[in-house]
Structure formats: structure tokens, C-alpha cells
């Protein structure tokens, strides 16, 4: 880690002085010229179909590098080890991992295994002196969410939550425009998020793998949208369970939530969270001045928005180089994205999870 | 009356042995040649804003005619006299009304006043014998409704309800796409009904007329976009109430409601009801094989909508010219739009709003 040290101290004195935003823009437009800065060197744990996506978007990034993997599958790791020309001191499973603390070459791991084990398996990587990059959600509920804070906080790691549209440029500018007042004040968001869940044998309908359905990892979105495109924290809860399969979406697997919050303001939010609906992904925000609709919205692929400006026309870069260098930024050079990414906005989500669940159940409006 | 008779005793062996569906594009073509069949001669009771809409769109009816009024105001009375070339026989004040059943001239009554007293209104035209048309909402409430049903049956005269949507030739179009399966089983729908209310005086923000605010004048469209988008009968209702300025949005008049319906199949509704917001009148329902957005949905001007299949196409015609033509067409050769605007449409959505209170009062669900 000699080269992030170096490259913080000389950088101390000028970057650190006064928080840099991030841009994706000003961020490619820098990448034209060959980057010579630290590189940030990244094992991904769990080797699975998002963790392959990431691995795939990560040979683009300008500042960050796969560089090692930790899977209870052998044949996975050989089989990205010549994909990815993976050194074997390099390679960990769950058992051993922790003595990734005496490897000096890898700076970050970005676990992307099933929810229920984020908070285990975060607070062994902070342990061992490593930034935690996370996906999303972070935990399965807020009290995992804020021991993962703590450890990584006593350890003196980076904890940051794989929220890939806080680097994309269209959201990245849709954030700005509402930090601006071009809509003027915001007062309704309306997200829908969910898709036909397909394979019913997958770790996402075990809820002791993944602590929830749709919610923790479509609904998610909407709550996250919500909170980015309003820039308010909700005050209450409100929702409502629908359950059309039960063999498929067994208890303690949402299919289908509507859920509401409030904010101080006055504004409010509505929306979808569900595995048994397509022609969804849709972001709407309507403000005093203006509104914004983003159709898809937090799709893989090209986000495609209007504004009451017009359409917006930032390129599409594929989310997760834009995240990985950005995260690379980030740790490095203290460059934040307009919304964080860090544990605590994680930390934000989680709690209104609980929030929604506990208002499924009570069927009465939970305050926050 | 006498050519109203006539024309149901010529048409009785043909057109009335099946039910004859609505359809803008065939009305609209027929009309292309002229038109001989009987008029429906309507007086319009309340001369404000809508009612003077309209009249104004009815200079275009084919198979309607404005020939009296009713009204409080004798200079307004005056001044539709002049315009509309309304005898003075056919124009009647609050008190007098009762009369018009001794008036050969008049077939139907469309009123457009406060709705506070459109019940009292409609029995009271019911009981002179003459067809009802009333302005949603039809009531203040389910009760009301439900006597105005009951009015109209004893009184053998009509009672519609003036949803013009269901003669608008996008809407018509999807409603006859869902129909036919086109969207398959519909899952979802999504109705964004609002503008910022202007002028604080007017009788929509006095409980003692109005009977409720936002959800009554434009709420009531999701409500009744979500029946005829997803083509079924809500069993369950939540809601939840924000309000923010409480000077201009007294007790008892609603500024902001979101509110949620699930159905029998499993579909769910997600809607906002605003007074307090503008940049919404947005429709969204999504099925198992196809989406349809409609934005504006339900504004005066011309509808704009797609689906998976492309935009709709259908042209624009004033909505007040179609439901009057519409309706004339319904009373005289009982031809059905696909969704009915007839009383117990009226009181279904009543029941909803009912409930809609009731929800946000109680907190909980309410079940239908």
C-alpha cells in the first residue's frame, strides 16, 4: 500500500484541503490523458453472476484493478485466475481469508456474496485492514448495518455500499440540478422497481441467505431514489404486502410491497417493490419548478431520462467501471460522489427496510 | 319527447336486441354523413367554470344540444341566453326548477354544481321525469350516491355520471387493448392525479360544498383510472394523508393523499391525489405481456399515450363534445361505452373514496 500512502501525503496539502465532487464527466474527460496515480487493488468475494458483471466492467477502470478473489469454489477461482491472470497467493476461501491482513497487495474487498453474510464476513475484511466495498443491500437489517459501521470505523477502513447510480451521469446529474433548485423544491418521488423473478432455486428467495425478498434487492432502489431525488430523509413509513405465489415467495419473501414515506418537507414518496412485475424500473420526481423522469432508471443498461429541460444526454459508461474508479477516487483522493456511498448511507436504507417490513406487519404508519 | 319515443320504437327489433359498444372512431365516422336521428335536448344546472366548458363543447354535438339552463344568477342567465339562443321558457333558478317537468322541450338535466348538492339536485330532476347527468363526483359520499341510484330507477329516467374519459378515444383504445388481452393480466397501476389549486375562495375548498378536497376533484380520476385500466373491483384500501398548508387546506378538505388498492387478482394501484403539486395526470399499468403510459391522462387537452406496441394515434376531439355526443347515443340507441358512466359507476367510486377517508382516519387497511 506504499503508492495510496505516497500519493495521500503528496496530495494532502492541496485535494484534501476542501472536499472534491465527483463528476463522471470531469472524470473521463481526465481519463483521456494516461492516469499515473495509485491504483486500487481489489479482491472480489463471492464469484457469482454480479460478481462476474463487476469483475468484467473492472478490466475498463483507470484506477482500480482486480487483483484477487476469495470463493468456496476452487474451480471458480481457477477458472478467473485465467481470466483475469490472478496471482494464487492472491486467491482466498471463507475459511482462510482473514490472512489477506498480511497481503500488502490487495488494498479492498468488495464482497458480493448473499446479503444474510455481508455483516460476518465486512467485519473480518475490516480486521484485516482492508477497505470494505460491499453490495447493497449492505445487511439484512439496521443492527448488522451498524455493527459493519463500528468495525470498519475501530479499524480505520473505507466501509463503502455498491451504490453504482451515485456514479452514473445522468442520475450524477440529475442529483446536481436538484442541488441547484432547478426543480425547486421537491415534493413528490414516485419509484417503481422490480422485475418477474425467474429461477426459483437461487439464493435470493432463501431467506436465511438473503434476510427478505424483492425488497432487499430490487425495492432497495426506490428507497435509495427516493432519498437522492427528494434530498430529504423520510420522517414515516407506510406499506402494504401483496403475495400472489406463496410456493414461490415463501414466508419471509416479499413478491410484491407498495410502500410510502414522508419527509419534513412535506414531500412525499410512493412506491413498487416487486418480483412479479415487468415494464417497471421507473424513477419519477415532481418539484415546485420543474420534474425529472428516468425510464429505466436503475438498470444495468443505458439509463434514459427527461427533465422539464429536456432529455438528458450524459453518456452511458457501464455502471460498475464508473463505481470502481470512483470508489478508486474516492479512497484515494477524498473525491466524494454528490450522495455518499459510505456505510451510513447504507446504513440510511437499512433502517427504512426495517421500517417497511415493521409497517407490512403492523399495518399502521411507523415513524422514523 | 315524442322523437325520443319514436326512434326506441323503430330501433327496438335491431339495435336494441345486442348491446352496441361505444367507439369514438365509428361515431366519428358516422357523423361524417348528416345526422337525422333525434337530439338530446339538455339543460345544464350550475353556469361556472365546467359548465360553461361545457356548453361551449357542445356547439360541436352531433346528437346533443344545450337548449336550457339553470342557475341562481339571472345575469348569467342572460348572457348563456344570448349565446346559446335559449328560450326563456327553458331557463329555470334553484327554486323553481321542479317545473321543467312540465317542459317537452328539455330531455336531460347535466349538473354541474357544488357537490354537496348534487344529490338533492339529481332526485329532484329525477322526479321531474328527466334524465340525469351529473358531474363527478356524483356525491359526497356512497350513501348520497346510492339515493340518487335509487331515485333515478323509481323515476325511470337515466342517471349518468360524467366521466369523459371513458368517451376519449386513447383511453377507449387501451381500455379495449386491456380488454383484449393485448397487456395480458394487467398487475399494476400507477395514477399520479394533482395541480397546485390556485385561487383559495373558490367552493372546492369549502367542506360545506365540496365535501372533501383534492380526492373529490381529481383524485377521484386514478380511482377511476385504476378500475378501468386493470379492469376489476378493489377489494382493500390503505391511505395516508400530508398536508402543509393548513390555512389554505382547512379540516376536512384533503391537499395530498397517497393511497393503495389491491384487487382480487393480486394487482395492486399506487396513486396520488394532489392539490399541492403540479407536473403529474399520469397514468402507468403494466400487465403481464404489455405497459401503457398515458401523460397527460386526464387533463382537457389532448391525451398522449404508448404502449409496448407503439404510440397511440387516435386524434384528439374536445372530451365534453364525445361524452355529450356519447351519452346522447347511450340514452337514445343504448349504445355502451366499455367502461359504463352510468350511476352505480358513480357509486363505485363513491364506496372508494369512502374508504379512502376511512383509511386515513383509522390508519389501517380498509377492506372493500
Known sequence: MGTRRDFLGKMSLTALSLPILYSPTSLFAACEQPYDGPMLRV?????????TRVAKAMVDCKRAKLVGVISGTPSKILKWQATYDIPQKNCYNYDDFDAIKDNPDIDAVYIITPNA???????????????VIC????????EEAERMV????????????????????????????RQAGEFGQPKFFQGQSGFVMGNPNQWRLDKELSGGGA???IGIYSINGARYMLGEEPIWITAQETKTDPVKFKEGIDETITFQMGFPSGAVASCLSTYAMNHLDRFYMTG?????????????????GRTHKGELLQPHITHQTLQMDGMAQLIFEDVQPLVPVDGEEGLRDMKIIDAIYKAVKTGGKVDL
Open 43 to 51: 479482491a472480489i468475494m463471492g464469484l457469482g453472476s454480479y460478481g
Open 215 to 217: 425488497m432487499m434487492d
Open 135 to 142: 453490495e447493497k443491500p449492505m445487511a439484512i437489517n439496521a
Open 288 to 304: 415546485e419548478k420543474g420534474w425529472v423522469e428516468m425510464r429505466p432508471s436503475t438498470g444495468y443498461g443505458p439509463i434514459k
Open 150 to 177: 463500528n468495525a470498519c470505523k475501530d479499524a480505520k477502513v473505507k466501509l463503502l455500499v455498491g451504490y453504482r447510480m451515485h456514479f452514473e451521469p445522468k442520475t450524477v446529474e440529475v442529483i446536481r440540478m
Open 117 to 131: 453474510l455481508h455483516c460476518e464476513q465486512a467485519i473480518r475484511v475490516a480486521k484485516a485492514g482492508k477497505h
